[in-house]
């Protein structure tokens, strides 16, 4: 799991405040004689806020799996397909996310840390080679959603689908990322509901222990958004980290703080 | 602790879904230089049914006991005389129980995974040899109940009996169990507030990995029960289950699928 | 952690009861290359009652900590300024405290095991050789409070003081405490807002194993108020107490039981 505090600046809020989580994973499984690995994954979530950074922690929906070489089934709270697909989070901004207009699909079944996860979730896995392959599926909206992975040449493709009874939820996304040497770059498109969003996302190394990450963002009948941040290792699996971003409502946040792992 | 999901039917609510459980055991203990081992017995545990399967964990109710040789007491979520008593659980039927009608008491407190347990509990355990013997008390009804259980040349014979304020809980209950070779049977019967219930359960092993389960039931006013299962051993903790009960009430249950020891 | 079961008596309402606690503490760390603490801590605890003796556990709030050296700021559920001053808590009064009369200060930030403590709370400690210095401040009464303590041949001194919006707050405190060979003795005095209170409290060893503590306190507008243990190590972490005092609203309270750590 890991730790963070920090201080979040929100201009339509006019606050600078705390920001604080604690986050402990459970990873329960046995392997049975033939390989097949049986699984049970939970988190202790705890989110402090602006007023009780010291908020207590939560047990969240629990994700059960089993996984024989590159072929998975969850259940529960299921990571969900589009969730789960390459290029959907390119980079991880500041000490908190900032928002993530950076990740393109919205609308769509994923793993919550706060919660119990999406009704009769189940969702199949597979990898193979530079093929992956993941199908979700929920009552919420009776949405099912899949997508398809290939990495060739060190790029990585990747197309999503997905059929719901909402109207708001994604409809299809693609994404394309890969390194140019100096950055990793990630191109993502999203059809959400019939609202596009378009990403470009690319990260830096500055130093030997630095990178920079920006992004640019579009989206129909908003602003432009976009974003960069820092992340600095102080080794110990501890970081500093702090970032800015103007969101696709014209408000600004920024973040900074420390970031550990445990 | 353990996890385990899979599938479960259900006649009379026309359904068929899935059912999963993560329970994580905490068992935190202390011994004195004297060999007197003090601690505390506390479960984290979600169980998720047909629509929330990934539901999240909560604690239950702990338990604080203190042990010498083969005396222990304990307070709090108390075990639970007629719950511990040897031949109340014969079996183990399918993935989940399927209603436990194989169980002859009912009416009497026992440690709960998903509560706090009876008010005021108390009880103590004390065995020698072939010899046991339980006593608890709670608040609960103001029951009282204990049972004695004597092991004779392979063969186990327990009777207990309770005093409670409640005319539907347990009065008294007596079992058997042993070995014929090919099979472990066991043959209980309580006097459960003036309804009778009989119970003849036994396991049968079909190869080196795998057992079958069965039970026949009757209880005063109810129709006759029955129920067979299977367990097969995946090695590494792990198995798989699957059995179907015929109810007292008439209802059909069945379910399969796998559980995993961590 | 620890845990603790035994019986308590409380004189106004005539009752005597069974009374436990178990707390498990999470201590997730990491530490930077520079050597720089990075921390939160957390608490599952569960406490019963004279009913319910086997409540259920729950978390409490987090506390985040940076710690370099001698010095530390926290955030979350902070430890608090006067809770943390030497000579508060002079002596650890029977099984459960007994009401905890022989605290000096009343009305100020500090770590709860049973919420997620003062909103917006943060805090600095610093030590360096016998001097520590701590100050905290909460969005809770608007209350900033601090001590100085130094240790000057084996004798600790601290004086603290406290701003708040509340009337009833602590204002400031002194406490002073060391050891006369035979016994350790502490005298405390705060300003409760406006109602003094003056302690006195000392802990004699009697044997290898057991020791006694015993506290008079007098506080303006009630009775003196006085109580008296004693701490019997069983060794491995194993101990037995208990202890009876004379609260200040006249209440006689009285407990024994045993303490586990693990």
Do not use: C
């Amino acid at each position: 799991g890991y730790g963070r505090f920090g201080i979040k600046y929100d201009e339509d809020a006019s606050s600078t405040d705390l920001t604080t989580r604690m986050r402990l994973q459970i990873d329960a499984t046995a392997e049975s004689d033939a390989g097949v690995v049986f699984g049970a994954r939970a988190r202790i979530n705890a989110d402090g806020n602006g007023v009780t950074n010291g908020a207590g922690a939560d047990f969240n929906g629990v994700r059960y799996f089993a996984r024989s070489g590159g072929f998975e089934v969850g259940v529960g709270n299921i990571f969900g397909a589009l969730e789960s697909m390459p290029g959907q989070y390119p980079i991880d901004l500041g000490l908190t996310g900032l928002g993530y207009d950076y990740t393109a699909f919205s609308g769509a079944d994923a793993y919550t840390s706060t919660g119990d996860g999406a009704p009769n979730g189940v969702e199949v896995l597979y990898s193979a080679g530079d093929l992956s392959v993941h199908v979700s599926a929920s009552d919420m909206n009776d949405r099912i959603a899949g997508y398809v992975a290939y990495t060739w040449s060190g790029w990585t493709f990747a197309v999503g689908g997905q059929d719901s009874d909402d109207a708001t939820d994604n409809d299809w996304t693609a994404t394309a990322g890969g390194s140019f040497g100096i950055a990793d770059v990630t191109l993502a498109y999203a059809d959400n509901g019939g609202t596009d969003r378009v990403v470009l996302a690319g990260r830096f190394d500055v130093g030997a222990a630095t990178d920079i990450e920006v992004y640019v963002a579009d989206q129909d009948g908003s602003d432009t958004g976009y974003g960069i941040d820092f992340n600095h290792d102080l080794g110990g699996g501890t970081s500093l980290r702090g970032g800015v971003a103007k969101r696709f409502d014209g408000n600004t946040q920024a973040d900074m703080g420390v970031r550990f792992n445990f």
